[in-house]
């Protein structure tokens, strides 16, 4: 590992010993390896600080860090960047899987983009052994180079895992941290794309692992999610209503912090209240795995193939 990475991975964890030795065999195998892999160990009771620890004594990339009590999912997330030295950024999650190549194409397509500030792929969701469930076709115009009609696709159409992208660092120090009311990763993504453009790299590199152990699974009412980004959610200041209103009130908060001219803020704020008047139409918002399972058949492709470390290789 070099002194000062180009790319810095922020993997929070929290009791993650299922999937995490597979995830890390995927970064770890990536065909770009410029990069330090930031591991936020959320106070886990299961075995994942011994399968950290273990992969961190073989690979000096990796950068091991261990809370001594849970502060939420939310704060650990921030905390991994804070940590970040590379002038990119990578959030990474503890049980998906990586194309060996995903890094270099995003950094590339970075590289080749000056004006654009977040590079990603195109994704499919898997199931817990890895077959594919959902592929998924990124329709948002997060490429525009018109920050209203970034922003506008981004509270219409279904989400994407842009949060998942590679991001120039200097953007996300300028943008404020994530915050743990409902959805407070899709108002922190439109506050990203409200200072530049995102690119998709058009091959299938990231696969986002659906399991019913999952976050979203595991806490299926808007306050248990809320809880488990942030304890301090689950007192009674934060009945849902207000977690309804942080969420709406993140919209516009981004809008008046960001780097816009009159008219583009103005755009941005009539975009907001169609979308508050219409509640978007139906299917915004929805997660890419609640969708029907399609037949992997369907996809070209092989997730063997394209994952590095799927034979189950341990350090």
Same mark, same amino acid.
């Given at each position: ?14 009791? /993650? ?6 995830? *890390? ?49 939310? %704060?650990?997330?921030?905390? !991994? ?12 999650? =503890? ?11 995003? !950094?590339? +397509?970075?590289?080749?983009? %000056?004006?654009?500030?977040?590079? =990603? ?12 469930? !959902? ?15 970034? *922003?506008?696709?981004?509270? *219409? ?25 409902? @959805? ?22 990231? *696969?986002?692992?659906? @399991?019913? =152990? ?24 934060? %009945?849902?209503?207000?977690?309804? +209103? ?10 008046? #912090? ?24 139906? /299917? ?18 092989? !997730? ?8 189950? #290789?341990? %350090?």
């Amino acid at each position: 590992m070099t002194d000062r990475p180009r790319l810095s991975i922020g993997l929070p964890v929290y009791n /993650g010993e299922e999937y995490l030795a597979e995830s *890390f065999d995927a970064l770890l195998g990536q065909t770009y390896e410029d990069f330090e892999l930031i591991v936020s160990d959320n106070a886990s009771t299961d075995g994942t600080e011994d399968v950290c620890r273990r992969y961190a004594a073989k690979d000096s990339r990796i950068r091991y860090l261990r809370l001594p009590r849970n502060i939420g999912a939310t %704060p650990n997330h921030n905390r !991994v960047l804070a940590e970040s030295r590379g002038e990119l950024f990578k959030w990474a999650s =503890h049980d998906d899987l990586y194309g060996r190549d995903l890094l270099r194409r995003c !950094v590339e +397509a970075l590289d080749e983009r %000056p004006e654009t500030i977040l590079a =990603h792929s195109g994704q499919a969701v898997i199931d817990g052994d890895g077959r594919v469930k !959902v592929p998924y076709e990124y329709t948002l115009a997060t490429d525009s180079p018109h920050a209203p009609d970034r *922003f506008r696709s981004l509270l *219409f159409e279904p989400g994407g895992d842009d949060f998942y992208g590679v991001m120039r660092t200097d953007v996300l120090r300028r943008v404020k941290p994530m915050d743990s009311y409902h @959805h407070a990763d899709r108002t922190y993504v439109a506050e990203i794309t409200l200072h530049g453009p995102f690119h998709q790299v058009p091959e299938l590199l990231y *696969f986002r692992r659906d @399991h019913p =152990h999952r976050a979203e699974r595991a806490n299926p009412s808007k306050r248990s999610r809320c809880v488990n980004l942030d304890p301090r959610r689950a007192g009674p200041l934060h %009945p849902t209503p207000r977690l309804l +209103a942080e969420y709406v009130w993140g919209f516009a908060s981004a809008i008046r #912090r960001a780097p816009l001219s009159s008219a583009d803020r103005r755009a941005c704020f009539g975009h907001l209240a169609a979308w508050m008047t219409s509640r978007a139409r139906p /299917g915004a918002g929805e997660r890419v795995e609640d969708r029907a399972p399609v037949d992997p058949a369907r996809l070209d492709v092989s !997730v063997d193939a394209l994952v590095a470390g799927r034979e189950g #290789r341990q %350090p």
